[in-house]
């Protein structure tokens, strides 16, 4: 085999006149008769190579059996290209190379898909052939992508005092949440590993262990129901530090994020992030992680509602609830039956219904409600809005009618072209309730986790008024996606024993669950808290992919499969019965 002198995207017109060995890809091939074009490729980029049987017969010879996805080495001269033949899209477009010699390293069959970036190809296709896939110049970006940002992610907190630590793969199934992924113990028969969710444990132990500051780029599993933005195994950026605040975690965090976005991206992010309270996100945008790239917040209307005819209206806050509105800047354009779709978008997302008016010249309202308002009151009501506006309305319980409204101001924001795609806003969300209340359960749950500490000056409320309490949590926000979350932990047993209380976890069940990190609170845990970031998320938004499982070298389908693998797959009875198990499948 001819080895390589120079990978396919470094030749350049100060190569001209050496001779350099080439392996790769036939990317395509044009034969113009006398002399054949061959653009070979590898993970570095493209180059054009030239067989004209006045350089070399033998070469051209074999350059006419040349497929594309053939493996070839080649050897041959770099030469610029005759005038106006550049291609200024290459790296490699001023020049080519005359080929002296070729080898076949290995042929191919006729791929299912184009190797090429616009080629329209399935993605169960893709993940089938997820090797060919992979060649593709854009999955070979976005996998340089994800090296380049553990990589500055790695170098900033080594800077920073932090010491790598892996944490185990194979734990104990403590279920709060997502379903766990269960491992069958050959050993110890009839008991289960979990894969763990998240190191979250292993991590707060390390901090009672004197590590002070630990990361780690862990894998983690969990069994839910899958979409774009979420898999089975994923990846996050995770760290713990002990004798810090919250504080100072969101500055050191900002840093490092700072920092991979410029040394990677080349994008200069604020300085400090902007901070919130849950409190104004939820009701200003609907959202504890509300994308900042555009405005049509949500309006308060409770004083010009209750002043109205409109019986849904009154009877909504007669009820306790809310009325809010968006305002659609130049939406009174918008077509009756997209409005009426609209409506029945919303009532998918919770809604009982959709109210809306038209705000047309003059200050008149155009809307089957309209009778029943007075258009000075709105207007007063929502200085925001203007004539050509459309307002729409949702009356419900204060959950359904933010969790509509964000999401039809997202959707709205994506039709209308409201955000700009080059913008980056990140965003700090804090002040989280502690708690909620599950009516299905009858109990308190955790917002984050149960090992996230109250605000100090909340602390009281655990006994008198638990849903009142505020959380040590933080949300990192990024253009409406949620990057990364963290908190401060009970450092005191005391404390974390009283949450498992209010959670309905009595002392028994909370010594089989965390029993380990409750007696190791007891051996002076240090105040500690940490984050973890979704790395495969953060790839995803840095790489303007569409989806995680694009920045995942080997991802599963929403139904949790590998086709290239098959994978999960049944077994053979011999290796059920070395594990003591036995199948009761129901149909």
């Not at 979250?200 to 009672?208: E, H």
């Not at 997209?338 to 959709?354: M, P, Q, V, W, Y």
């Not at 080059?422 to 599950?438: A, E, G, I, S």
């Not at 008198?464 to 949620?482: H, I, M």
């Amino acid at each position: 085999m001819m080895m390589r002198t120079h990978r396919c995207g470094e030749l350049s017109r100060r190569h001209v006149g050496e001779t350099v060995t080439l392996n790769g890809w036939v990317q395509r091939r044009r034969d113009h008769g006398n002399v054949i074009f061959i653009d070979v490729r590898d993970r570095q980029g493209m180059t054009q190579v030239v067989f004209n049987p006045e350089i070399s017969p033998a070469a051209h010879q074999q350059a006419h059996g040349l497929r594309g996805e053939f493996v070839v080495a080649l050897t041959g001269a770099v030469a610029l290209r005759p005038e106006g033949s550049a291609n200024p899209n290459l790296t490699t477009g001023e020049i080519e190379v005359l080929v002296a010699t070729v080898e076949i390293l290995n042929e191919a069959k006729t791929p299912p898909f184009l190797i090429e970036d616009e080629s329209e190809v399935t993605e169960a296709l893709r993940l089938k052939y997820r090797y060919l896939d992979l060649r593709r110049p854009k999955m070979q970006r976005l996998l340089r992508l994800r090296h380049e940002v553990m990589q500055q992610a790695r170098a900033f907190l080594n800077e920073q005092g932090f010491l790598e630590v892996e944490t185990p793969m194979l734990t104990k199934s403590t279920p709060e949440g997502a379903r766990d992924y269960l491992v069958p113990s050959r050993v110890n028969p009839g008991c289960f590993y979990a894969l763990p969710q998240s190191p979250q444990l292993f991590k707060q132990i390390l901090m009672v262990g004197g590590v002070d500051r630990y990361y780690q780029i862990a894998r983690c599993f969990r069994d839910e129901d899958l979409r774009h933005d979420r898999q089975p195994e994923f990846t996050q950026i995770d760290l713990e530090l002990s004798f810090i605040d919250r504080e100072q975690i969101m500055v050191l965090m900002e840093e490092m994020i700072r920092q991979v976005f410029k040394k990677v991206a080349g994008v200069e992010l604020p300085k400090p992030f902007p901070r919130m309270a849950y409190a104004e996100a939820m009701g200003r945008y609907g959202s504890d992680k509300p994308d900042l790239r555009f405005g049509m917040p949500l309006h308060d209307l409770q004083n010009f509602a209750s002043k109205t005819e409109f019986k849904v209206f009154k009877d909504t806050l007669a009820k306790g609830g809310l009325v809010k509105a968006i305002v659609v800047k130049g939406g009174a354009e918008i077509s009756r039956s997209r409005i009426d779709a609209l409506g029945e978008t919303a009532k998918s997302f919770g809604a009982k219904g959709l109210a809306w008016v038209k705000i047309v010249g003059d200050g008149q309202l155009e809307s089957v409600i309209a009778k029943f308002l007075d258009a000075r009151q709105l207007l007063a009501a929502v200085p925001e809005a203007q004539a050509g506006d459309l307002v729409l309305f949702v009356a419900d319980k204060p959950k359904v009618v933010h969790d509509v409204l964000g999401r039809l101001r997202l959707l709205l924001a994506e039709e209308r072209n409201l955000i700009d795609q080059k913008d980056w806003r990140p965003l700090w969300v804090v002040d989280f309730p502690m708690l909620d209340y599950d009516e299905a359960v009858k109990r308190y749950v955790a917002i984050h986790h149960p090992f996230t500490a109250p605000l100090d000056e909340d602390l009281p409320l655990l006994e008198s008024d638990p849903l009142k309490v505020r959380a040590k949590a933080y949300d990192l926000v990024l253009n409406g996606n949620e990057l990364g979350g963290g908190s401060t932990r009970m450092h005191r047993r005391e404390v974390q024993s009283k949450v498992f209380d209010l959670l309905g976890m009595g002392k028994e069940e909370a010594t089989a669950k965390f029993g380990f990190l409750l007696e190791a609170l007891e051996y002076g845990a240090p105040p500690h808290g940490g984050i973890a970031f979704g790395l495969d998320r953060l790839i995803m938004l840095l790489g303007g992919a569409d989806s995680i499982r694009d920045v995942i070298a080997f991802p599963k389908t929403q139904r949790a499969q590998c086709p290239m693998t098959d994978a999960p797959s049944q077994v053979s009875p011999a290796q059920l019965k070395e594990l003591n198990i036995k199948l009761d499948l129901i149909e």
